[in-house]
Nanobody, 120 residues
Framework: QVQLAESGGGLVQSGESLRLSCEAS????????MGWYRRAPGKQRELVAA???????NYADSMKGRFTVSRDNAKNSVYLQMNDLKEEDTAVYYC??????????????WGRGTQVTVSS
């Protein structure tokens, strides 16, 4: 059984920063990719940023320059540093990981989500 545990969401004012964390636990062999998606009210879920285990990153265009994704492979963790937050960044942020487990192949896993609210 694999679980993703997110933390770090909250209420901030426009222009402030937040750092999200996500740790994967369970019978993990390796994690080829980890990242973050978000779903804003009334919108579809969208990619925020992701990082492969070789350090390759992929960002949504609107997040480039303000958000930074990073990983600690030894801790099976991924982080999202969000700077200069705007009201339109208000959303539920979900951790996502493509995980290879011991004996069970590779699957896509999701966290429960953490709320980020940005006020003016």
């Amino acid at each position: 059984q694999v679980q993703l545990a997110e933390s770090g969401g909250g209420l901030v004012q426009s222009g402030e920063s937040l750092r999200l964390s996500c740790e994967a636990s369970g019978d993990i062999y390796n994690i080829p990719a980890m990242g973050w998606y978000r779903r804003a009210p009334g919108k579809q879920r969208e990619l925020v940023a992701a990082m492969a285990d070789d350090g390759t990153t992929n960002y949504a265009d609107s997040m480039k320059g303000r958000f930074t994704v990073s990983r600690d492979n030894a801790k099976n963790s991924v982080y999202l540093q969000m700077n200069d937050l705007k009201e339109e960044d208000t959303a539920v942020y979900y951790c996502n990981a493509f995980i290879r487990t011991r004996g069970y192949g590779t699957n896509d896993y999701w966290g429960r989500g953490t709320q980020v609210t940005v006020s003016s």
